[in-house]
């Protein structure tokens, strides 16, 4: 094991910290390392997943019914083109 040291932490939180050990019968180390792990945890579950491009959710789901071909891939990328063209475009008046 190896050792680190960490400065300038506030004292309210030291003392949470302190007093959170003591309750659970821990070192101040201990709990220290318990609430560091525990972060560690929280943090990399809470991250969000990559987002998918609508392409790629409709392409996925056509694929997990064996559905892809080359027609499919060409509408895609149709679309996608169409897509690619609009940005910019003034908007209609539909008055």
């Given amino acids: 094991m190896s050792d680190m040291l960490i400065r300038d932490i506030p ?6 910290i302190e ?5 659970g019968g821990q070192s101040l ?3 220290a ?3 560091l792990r525990k972060g560690i945890v929280a943090e990399r579950e809470a991250k969000p997943e990559p987002a998918v ?4 959710a ?7 019914e064996n559905a892809i071909g080359d027609e ?5 990328d149709e ?5 690619k063209r609009d940005f910019g475009r003034p908007i209609e008046d539909f008055e």
């Fill in 79 to 83: 679309i996608e083109a169409d897509r």
């Fill in 58 to 64: 409709i392409r996925s789901a056509f694929a997990a």
């Fill in 19 to 23: 007093q959170a050990a003591r309750k």
């Fill in 29 to 31: 180390s201990g709990k």
């Fill in 53 to 56: 491009s609508a392409w790629d």
């Fill in 11 to 16: 004292e309210p939180l030291k003392r949470e």
């Fill in 72 to 76: 499919f891939a060409k509408m895609m």
């Fill in 33 to 35: 390392i318990d609430l």
